[in-house]
């Protein structure tokens, strides 16, 4: 089993940052890449990011290319996602995953998670 933990969200005001930070713990190393989703009142759980463990490739949702970046520190087991330039419609919960398959294409680390996290609130007043 992989327990994650996020941490790091709040309120933030538009056009502003905010990191988010998932801890990975429990049997890691069966896991491939972690990704992080949200999901906003009302709406669909929808894909933000992707990345594997042991590659330098990362995967964004085309609403968050350009103002998100994921990234990982392997020692620690974390993953984090900072997110500038901030809108009103970042506002959700945000939920770090962790995948065992492998994935060759950016629709495979849309999809098949088998680890999730309670998620974090993310308020960004307009």
């Known amino acids: 089993q992989v327990q994650l933990a996020e941490s790091g969200g709040g309120l933030v005001q538009a056009g502003g940052s905010l990191k988010l930070s998932c801890a990975a713990s429990g049997r890691t190393s069966s896991t491939y890449a972690m990704g992080w989703f949200r999901q906003a009142s009302g709406k669909e759980r929808e894909f933000v990011a992707a990345i594997p463990w042991s590659s330098g490739s990362t995967y964004y949702a085309d609403s968050v290319k350009g103002r998100f970046t994921i990234s990982r520190d392997n020692a620690k087991n974390t993953v984090y996602l900072q997110m500038n330039s901030l809108k009103a419609d970042d506002t959700a919960v945000y939920y770090c995953?962790?995948?065992?398959?492998?994935?060759?294409?950016?629709?495979?680390?849309?999809?098949?998670?088998?680890?999730w996290g309670q998620g974090a609130q993310v308020t960004v007043s307009s």
């Open positions: 995953a962790a995948k065992k398959a492998y994935c060759s294409n950016y629709e495979c680390y849309k999809v098949y998670y088998d680890y």
